[in-house]
């Protein structure tokens, strides 16, 4: 019976007096008249009695707000409804006995009438009084009641506060009486230009927020924030906004839990965007944030998230891409590059939990490539911990290794007395080398150790029949073999004995010679 105390005492301290129901007011034709700032008192004669009182608004906008002290045997319904008694509100939020409030109701100037009703039909106490207190405030950055669907949103304040509550925990005017309650507020965006929005949900007790973006053109919902629980904020960060634009913001609680005491605050804040960090929604090829310097930030928020972004590679000569991706708390993070088309190319699953990833040496040539973060498991995820995507395009040069050169269709060609650079990387990589022996001769094949990498090396003949297989005795020590060859096209390949070994860091050097 202690629920609505804070909001309770709040109104007893801006009540300016008290003024007492005017019987019969069970009707809009006969309602009490009442004034903000004033406690009404009254009593439930009977079961069926309903006290109606009319609200006189003399501002332009304002948010009323009303506490309700409870009757032992008496459970309070109250319903707002507007001039032409449209019920706009209804709660009903405690049982027998128990105290209502209401929040956030949007009002304009003109008339409002509250219905206070009973729906225990065995409640009978005539002589205890009630106390309907009313306060009247400012609506500058508040929610305003109702906004349970987008025709009826409330407008944010873009760049600054907005207060709102998770009350009631039900909408009881839906079709179904158990469809929990729901915010929904307009974001106004009317520079042009790209910026990024920045959204903060503060947590309030108890409550397990979500918060939704839509589209208001297509009415489709574009980002969707649930990363953390009961009791914690809600962040949306680097959404992506061109300028002028209109979006909806859905903000409901996963639950019934609702709080009328605490309120929550959502902060926003628009900059302009720099190409820095991730334009979201990037979930999708189509939408694929523009790479273009040389370290971009992001965020894997909800989970399941997958961040593309768009490598353009401009110039005809063939270039070496190169991408770390930062370790973040929590988190098994996966780097994918995938082809103009969004077909996978390689696959950077290297190191664990909590451990950064790198891609190294592949090879690109003019065109459209595209990077995409995401995080293995598909469940974990992390608004407030960003990771950091760096990339580098580097001219490929002879003596380099030219990936992908993963398969016999694209091994990478070499002569004989020429050497080449390259990397056991990621996992399961496994490097192809062509070469042509225009007479009889002694071929040498070396290639130096690799750190934590036992290296496996065969010889093919130009049918792919395999000739020979060395390995190194254990991890770090280098492979070769010597062997007569005649005249032909062979192919050598390169890999790890165990396919989960690789090195993101240390090069191994492939020579190919002739006695």
Not at 369 to 381: C, D, F, L, P, Q
Not at 451 to 460: C, I, R
């Amino acid at each position: 019976m202690k629920r609505g105390l804070a909001i309770a005492l709040a109104f007893s301290l801006c009540a300016c007096g008290k003024t007492r129901e005017k019987e019969p007011n069970d009707h809009f034709t006969n309602a009490t008249a009442v004034k903000p700032g004033r406690t009404i008192l009254g009593t439930m004669a009977s079961a069926k009695d309903i006290d109606v009182y009319r609200v006189d608004v003399g501002q332009d906008l304002g948010i009323l707000s009303f506490h309700l002290g409870g009757i032992r045997d008496v459970d309070f319904v109250i319903s707002f409804q507007d001039k032409d008694r449209q019920e706009l509100k209804r709660f009903d939020e405690t049982a027998t006995g128990g105290d209502e409030d209401g929040v956030d109701l949007g009002v304009a100037r003109g008339l409002y009438y509250l219905a206070l009703s009973n729906k225990n039909p065995k409640a009978d106490n005539p002589a205890q009084e009630y106390g309907l207190q009313l306060m009247l405030s400012s609506s500058q950055g508040r929610e305003a009641e109702p906004d349970d669907t987008a025709l009826t949103a409330s407008t944010m304040t873009v760049g600054g506060v907005t207060r709102g509550h998770f009350f009631p925990s039900r909408n009881l005017l839906s079709s179904t009486t158990d469809q929990l309650e729901e915010d929904w507020y307009r974001i106004n965006v009317d520079k042009e230009g790209l910026f990024s929005l920045n959204v903060d949900v503060s947590e309030v007790p108890g409550v397990d927020g979500v918060m939704e973006v839509y589209d208001t053109a297509n009415f489709y919902k574009i980002k969707d924030v649930d990363s953390s629980g009961p009791g914690e904020p809600e962040i949306l960060r680097n959404f992506g906004v061109r300028g002028p634009v209109q979006y909806l913001l859905r903000l409901r609680s996963k639950t019934r839990a609702a709080s009328a005491s605490v309120p929550y605050e959502i902060l926003t804040e628009l900059l302009p965007y720099a190409g820095t960090t991730e334009f979201e929604p990037n979930d999708q090829r189509l939408d694929a944030t523009p790479f273009n310097q040389d370290s971009i930030t992001g965020t894997i928020s909800p989970a399941g998230d997958q961040d593309w972004y768009r490598i353009a590679v401009a110039t005809e000569p063939k270039q070496l891409l190169t991408l770390s991706l930062a370790a973040v708390q929590g988190m098994d993070l996966v780097l994918t590059v995938m082809d103009d088309l969004g077909n996978p190319v390689v696959v950077s699953d290297n190191a664990g939990k909590e451990q950064p990833e790198t891609m190294t040496g592949l090879g690109v040539s003019s065109g459209t490539w595209y990077a995409v973060v995401g995080e293995k498991s598909r469940r974990a995820s992390d608004s407030r911990r960003s990771y950091t995507l760096a990339k580098s395009l580097t001219s490929w040069q002879p003596g380099l290794e030219f990936e992908l050169n993963n398969t016999t269709a694209a091994a990478q060609a070499i002569k004989v007395g020429e050497s080449a650079d390259g990397y056991i990387a990621p996992k399961g990589d496994a490097d192809w080398f062509e070469f042509n022996v225009y007479k009889s001769a002694d071929i040498t094949l070396d290639v130096t150790g690799v750190l934590n990498v036992k290296l496996a090396l065969t010889l093919f003949d130009q049918e792919y029949k395999e000739l020979l297989a060395v390995a190194g005795a254990k991890q770090g020590e280098p492979v070769s073999f010597q062997r007569t060859l005649e005249a032909g096209t062979y192919s050598a390949r390169l890999q790890a004995a165990d396919a989960g070994q690789n090195n993101v860091r240390d090069k191994y050097t492939l020579r190919l010679r002739a006695r």
